[in-house]
């Protein structure tokens, strides 16, 4: 079945003719890849003004990445790593056949990009291509900042390196499900809540792959090779350490009922299955090692307080999680639960810099959890620490 395609009104003369003379040299070209939807015919108005094209639909009916991965579609159509690693696959595949026609597109947009509704890692189809590139006609995709922090020169058109590293940060969208365009690698730990768990679950290559595409030259063998590796070693768990740092007796209520919460979170998570670990602090701090928790477990706070050290707990939260991750990596959350003012001390700032390895060397997130209006300098170094991104 035929179907139209308008050139949008925001385009100026300039653009416009780019877009007909892009178009006029996709509809000469033979031996494309099918998954490329080529246009066929112009569109032409009143005033015999080309307004467009025509061009033959799939038989099934698709959807846009775009529009995939909005949050109520990730649930809807149950969509998993594994599903995001096939759906990136099929476009590689693409990509890489696209590269071989000295073909190179640029920036392509997640919204130009479709898949099957029925199902969704079966194939993949791409949309527009008068957007590409075509020889000393530029891409017309939307350039971002995240994007033009992966090169170190300023340039006007793709060649074969150039495209290598758009196409590895498309892949990095697609395995994260990044539907916002400017998406900084690794994702906003505070605000991208579902791209940072598909971010948890690449293996360490993938991410090593992607925190260094701007400073390296990229292969598309190497890409194809993480797949494998990814196939070999599916990641399925994580690491949930919840560390208790209590000082007032009166705030066992509020704190429970936020731990009661943070668990019932864990629980009804899609993408992860949680192994919990505690540290609670008091006098002497004590140590429930990692373990799988039936549904509707909940950990139970004491009521009554000893003096202890924060700083020594936190120590031995980070060497407990340090521990669990050198005997198998997975993706890792520390959680911590404060109600009153750190002390501090050396051994609080010796934590801190353990802490702070972790999310560097193990991509482990920090989350801090106050209870009540909490001030001090110890408490805003500990905030600090579990706002900041990877150094990586």
């Known amino acids: 079945m035929y179907a139209a395609h308008f050139y949008s009104d925001e385009w100026n003369q300039e653009e416009r003719d780019n877009l007909i003379n892009k ?7 033979e031996d494309l890849p099918e998954q490329l939807i080529k ?8 005033d015999e003004k080309c307004v ?8 099934v009916e698709v959807i846009a990445l775009k529009e995939l991965f909005q949050p109520d579609n990730l649930n809807r159509y149950k969509i998993d790593s594994s599903i995001l690693g096939c759906i990136a696959k099929n476009v590689l595949d693409l990509l890489v056949e696209l590269s071989l026609k000295k073909i190179y597109p640029g920036f392509i947009d997640l919204s130009c990009l479709y898949v099957p509704v029925s199902k969704v890692d079966q194939s993949v189809y791409l949309y527009e291509p008068e957007l590409f590139q075509v020889g000393n006609i530029p891409s017309s995709y939307h350039w971002y900042p995240s994007d033009s922090k992966l090169y170190q020169e300023e340039f006007e058109l793709f060649d074969e390196e150039r495209q290598k590293k758009a196409d590895g940060k498309l892949l990095y969208k697609i395995l994260t499900a990044a539907s916002k365009g400017n998406a900084k690698i690794p994702p906003n730990e505070s605000n991208q809540e579902n791209s940072w768990v598909y971010w948890s679950l690449l293996s360490k290559g993938w991410k090593e792959c992607f925190l260094n595409l701007g400073h390296r030259t990229i292969s598309y063998e190497e890409l194809r090779n993480l797949f494998l590796t990814g196939e070999e070693k599916p990641k399925e768990k994580a690491y949930a350490l919840i560390t208790i740092l209590r000082q007032a007796e009166k705030s066992v209520h509020e704190m429970s009922r936020e731990l009661y919460l943070l668990q019932e979170k864990l629980e009804s998570h899609p993408e992860l299955s949680f192994e919990q670990g505690f540290v609670l602090g008091n006098k002497h701090p004590f140590v ?5 928790y039936k549904k509707e477990y909940r950990s139970q706070l004491g009521h009554v307080i000893s003096d202890y050290s924060y700083g020594e707990t936190l120590l031995i939260a980070s060497e407990m999680m340090e521990e669990a991750l050198i005997k198998e990596e997975r993706p890792s959350v520390v959680f911590i639960f404060l109600d009153g003012e750190i002390k501090n001390d050396k051994i609080f700032h010796i934590s801190l810099k353990r802490l702070a390895m972790l999310k560097e060397k193990w991509y482990t997130k920090l989350v801090l ?14 905030k600090d620490i579990c706002m900041k991104g990877n150094k990586k």
């Open 23 to 29: 178009t006029s040299w996709f509809m000469k070209q």
């Open 39 to 46: 246009p066929i015919s112009f569109i032409y108005g009143p």
């Open 369 to 382: 959890v106050p209870i009540g209006n909490l001030k001090g300098e110890g408490y805003q170094q500990l």
């Open 52 to 59: 467009g094209y025509h061009y033959l639909k799939p038989s």
């Open 288 to 292: 429930r090692p990692f373990r799988e």
